[in-house]
């Protein structure tokens, strides 16, 4: 119980990239369970299926149905693999995860509003090596689907800040800084993620920014206004999900170290 004088926090439970299939029934479910504990949220950083079928949704569902708190997801790259990607979501929503796309939740926990804004994102590099929306219809396309996720994502964590959150937290698939991409190959980063990602964060500001796709990335980062992000893939964090803990002060310096990794 948190004392009077202590400033109450909210536990983020955050795992991406577990690529399930059926024969990975019930591996994540025993460590998901002990998420009552010592969560007070679970976000999935999208690559939950292999090849993007509802056969896998199906299993991804079954992991997180008894997780005890609520759970919130993006979807990822595997995900959309089949084409498959809206029966793959209602699955979830079946479940009861709430998925995101260009979209946001509120979330009550010990008597704040916490609030995260989702969106899978897309490729285009970063600063000093990113595509331009120029040329044939093809680049532009490829530039305009990053920019109008960014744009998305902007628009779900200005409806937080409306909401009045105390916490605000941008998921999203592909990475807003290459920061945490750190032991990929360089070569890659432009399909990795997009700076377009970070600027819609610093526009409206946010205390966490959670991302997957890295398998061969670093967990921490951050983007050039303050706001720290994190790679959860479970390559990079090496278990079921890691754990950080925010306060919910309403006035949180971002360049402060909000979290405690901790994990089962």
Do not use: W
Request: charged share 20%.
């Amino acid at each position: 119980m948190t004392a009077p004088s202590e400033t109450p926090v909210v536990r983020v439970a955050a795992v991406g990239d577990i690529h399930l299939g059926p024969d990975c029934r019930g591996l994540l479910k025993p460590a998901f369970s002990v998420l009552p504990e010592c969560a007070d949220l679970l976000l999935l950083a999208g690559d939950l299926t292999r090849h993007g079928t509802a056969e896998e949704a199906v299993v991804v569902s079954e992991e997180v149905a008894e997780a005890g708190v609520p759970v919130v997801a993006v979807l990822g790259n595997h995900d959309y693999h089949s084409g498959q990607e809206a029966e793959l979501g209602r699955v979830l929503e079946d479940a009861g995860v709430t998925v995101l796309e260009g979209t946001a939740t509120v979330l009550p926990v010990a008597g704040h509003k916490v609030g995260v804004a989702g969106t899978k994102g897309f490729c285009g590099g970063f600063v000093g090596a990113s595509a331009g929306e120029f040329g044939e219809p093809e680049m532009k396309a490829f530039v305009r689907t990053t920019r109008r996720s960014a744009d998305r994502l902007a628009g779900a964590l200005g409806d937080l800040s409306a909401a009045g959150c105390a916490v605000r937290i941008a998921l999203t698939h592909f990475s807003p800084v290459p920061d945490t991409l750190a032991g990929e190959p360089l070569q890659i980063y432009p399909f990795l993620g997009s700076y377009l990602l970070a600027e819609a964060i610093d526009s409206e500001g946010a205390d966490l920014a959670v991302h997957g796709h890295a398998h061969l990335g670093t967990e921490h980062g951050m983007t050039a206004g303050g706001v720290r992000v994190r790679n959860v893939a479970q390559p990079v964090i090496g278990r079921a999900f890691t754990l950080y803990r925010l306060p919910m002060d309403g006035h949180l310096p971002r360049a402060a170290p909000p979290e405690a990794r901790t994990g089962p």
